[in-house]
């Protein structure tokens, strides 16, 4: 049968191929993890976790899963490598929203305090956000940012003496400084806290020692495998051994149903690149990039948040071009150029206006761009938003 999907398809790939693609939380896969995700694994049903698993856990609800146990252990082996950790390991959350919400429920309670950062400052939707399960779930304070941008730590730690949460967020999707999780979780043993870790946009920097680990200091860490992991798109949870059965319950069954074993494969064959010492090359020059095309804009006088960039990702706001967010956006489109709208620090307009737009280097650097190409591109955005204020 003749399936209008593969010219969908098609039409896809093209677009792939010839646009500049700056949405700092995609990337290009290998043709190995396309593969993985693409096979048979797609038909089995395999409710339940691998043999292996800790007591309490183990087993499945279906036959025929000899082969998926052993994948999905070495799917979980393999992730343990490439953190270099014995943290406890579960592969199967579908999303990063998914994981955040298994860990949520695999601790907590409807009503207990979470203190995080807010999505204008540049958290997630899962991190607290009224319209998300987890600002009507949970008790939401958040801490501030400095006004350069900086998460303000003085604040965190006053918050959490004052609500005393019941755990404390870090992460974001949308901040490019060095998050200090030495801190957080100093605070979070103070008040007794969980202390949890969302490292979905720098996982890969995590992983090839790009910023600071949160293995040793965080209780539970949530990622996703598709940003600069460069794998499928899914989610994982790390944790520590003690909470290694909580953790489980709260994927299967607490929050999911049958894993997604073809998505667990290619997060597998994800696992393995990170493992090689050529990824770790790749992220060094993920930063390097990101901070050259940083530097530029910075050098034709636009405004960056915090200043500048430790990470994969920079923010442009562009409050003083009188521009949208969602106008830059939409007109880089028509030139080839993909990033997405974001909120700033303080923001004043709706998310889907936005008075900013984010900017990231995992996927050009994929594809073989260096500092040069990310410069011309950042000059490149100039003339475009130039013409566009010229056009006013
Ligand atoms: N939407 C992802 C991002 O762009 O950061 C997070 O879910």
Redesign the pocket.
Known sequence: MQSKVFEIIEKEKERQAHTIEL???ENFVSENVLRAVGSCLTNKYSEGYPAERPAGNRGRYYGGCENVDVLEQYCCDMWQKAFHTDYHVNVQPHS??SANLAAYMSVLKPGDTILAMSLDNGG??THGSPVNFSGRLFNMVFYDVDASGRIDMEDVRKKAEDCKPALILAGA??YSRILDFRTFADIAQSCGAYFMVDM??IAGLVAAGDHPSPFGLADIITT?TH?TLRGPRGGLIFCRPELARKIDSGVFPGTQGGPLQHVIAGKAVAAEEACDPSFAEYIHNVVKNCKAMCDAFLAMGYHVVTGGTDNHLFLLDLTDTGLTGKEVQNELDKHGITL?KNCVPGETRSPQQASGVRVGTAAMTTKGYTEEDFVRVAHRIDEIIRAMRQAR
């Open positions: 949405i700092a939380s990063g929203a997630h939707l999707s949308a979905a946009h996703t940003k997405n």
